[in-house]
């Protein structure tokens, strides 16, 4: 976890904005289907 917090705050954003997305699309799917 060290390692990971001396990333770029933007980096953090994106990867957390990528997560958000891909669970909308899983909950979408899933209601979908």
């Keep these: 976890m060290q390692a990971k917090r001396r990333q770029r ?6 990867g957390v904005m990528v ?10 799917a899933y209601i979908a289907a």
């Excluded at 997560?19 to 979408?28: F, P, Q, W, Y």
């Design 9 to 14: 705050p933007g980096v953090v954003k994106v």
């Design 19 to 28: 997560r958000l997305e891909a669970g909308k699309t899983a909950i979408i």
